[in-house]
């Protein structure tokens, strides 16, 4: 419910020549709040571990975004795990 008034009521505050972050964009409430900037034309970015999902959920929007950056956390952690230095 917040983030649906902050989106309809504080979101004409930000100027639309900034980029705006998102984590989690192919996830319930992320893909809600993405999809809404999108649609106002704001300049979004992701960061996501999945950017298959997100594509198939942003078909039509793909080529509106800024940038997509795909993390694979699982890997992340596990090289961290292996890393002698944190040993």
Same mark, same amino acid.
């Given at each position: #419910?917040?983030?649906?008034?902050?989106?309809?009521?504080?979101?004409?505050?930000?100027? @639309?020549? /900034?980029? =705006? %972050?998102?984590?989690?964009?192919?996830?319930?409430?992320?893909?809600?709040?993405?999809?809404?900037? #999108?649609?106002?034309?704001?300049?979004?970015?992701?960061?996501?571990?999945?950017?298959? @999902?997100? /594509?198939? =959920? %942003?078909?039509?929007?793909?080529?509106?975004?800024?940038?997509?950056?795909?993390?694979?956390?699982?890997?992340?952690?596990?090289?961290?795990?292996?890393?002698?230095?944190?040993?």
């Amino acid at each position: #419910l917040y983030i649906n008034f902050y989106l309809k009521f504080n979101v004409k505050f930000i100027e @639309k020549d /900034k980029n =705006i %972050f998102i984590i989690g964009a192919s996830g319930g409430v992320g893909a809600w709040a993405t999809k809404s900037l #999108l649609q106002k034309g704001y300049n979004v970015s992701v960061i996501t571990r999945n950017e298959l @999902k997100l /594509k198939h =959920i %942003f078909k039509d929007y793909i080529s509106h975004f800024k940038k997509i950056i795909s993390v694979d956390l699982e890997n992340a952690a596990q090289n961290f795990v292996n890393n002698k230095e944190y040993q």
